[in-house]
């Protein structure tokens, strides 16, 4: 059993560490950072006082152009997102018999949670199209590139987002699943095992 974790590593995996974790936080980063900065600079009039006083160089157009491109790395880093997910959750083996804080089963939690990844990733491509028609034709000659039904729709797809993630942290906190540290120590190993492959 020990030599076939080697082999594979801990989780199952053909590699050590799980990717889909690691690319779900630069998915939330980047369309965070996204919607935050196209808010930012909606309100930038209101808010220009305080970034001459604090002696910061914005422009308004320079935050939506910030919004933007983050938007597009979400929406192109959302497709490997979604895949490695789809990848690992194929090669996961987690209990059958457990249930989650929100009374669902293990397969209706990876079930939900293969779901909402599609939903999510379809938004923010929706999103993003959105935003594209924004900025090159419908506002291409107004300050604000924006609508507020986009920001809306945007802190909307937040709330998403929080739940998809409640689902991940079930997988792995209450189901094991893709948790590295966890299989280690089920599987008898040595926890310092973790921390060799980490830093080797």
Same mark, same amino acid.
């Given at each position: 059993m020990m030599r076939l974790l080697a082999a594979i590593g801990a989780n199952g995996l053909p590699y050590h560490l799980p990717i889909h974790p690691n690319l779900v936080h630069l998915t939330l980063g980047l369309f965070i950072v996204a919607i935050a900065f196209d808010l930012v600079a909606v309100l930038f009039p209101l808010e220009k006082p305080v970034f001459k006083f604090l002696a910061i160089p914005a422009t308004r157009s320079g935050l939506f152009d910030v919004g933007w491109y983050n938007l597009v790395a979400a929406a192109v880093i959302t497709f490997f997102t979604v895949?490695?997910?789809?990848?690992? &959750?194929? @090669? %996961?083996?987690?209990?059958?018999? #457990?249930?989650?804080?929100?009374?669902? =089963?293990?397969?209706?939690?990876? &079930?939900?949670? #293969?779901? =909402?990844?599609? @939903?999510? *990733? =379809?938004? $923010?491509?929706?999103?993003?199209?959105? /935003? #594209?028609?924004? /900025?090159? $034709?419908?506002?291409?000659? /107004?300050?604000?590139?924006?609508?507020?039904?986009?920001? *809306? %729709? #945007?802190?909307?797809?937040?709330? *998403?987002?929080? @739940?998809?993630?409640?689902?991940g942290a079930h997988l792995g906190g209450d189901f094991g699943v893709h948790v590295s540290a966890d299989r280690i120590l089920q599987a008898g190993q040595d926890p310092n095992v973790l921390l060799n492959v980490l830093f080797r």
């Open positions: 895949a490695a997910g789809f990848y690992e &959750i194929l @090669l %996961a083996d987690p209990p059958m018999d #457990g249930i989650s804080p929100w009374g669902l =089963g293990t397969m209706d939690t990876l &079930i939900w949670h #293969g779901l =909402g990844g599609v @939903l999510i *990733l =379809g938004l $923010i491509v929706g999103m993003t199209v959105w /935003r #594209g028609f924004q /900025r090159y $034709i419908w506002r291409q000659d /107004r300050g604000q590139q924006v609508q507020w039904s986009y920001l *809306l %729709a #945007g802190l909307a797809i937040f709330v *998403l987002m929080f @739940l998809q993630g409640t689902l």
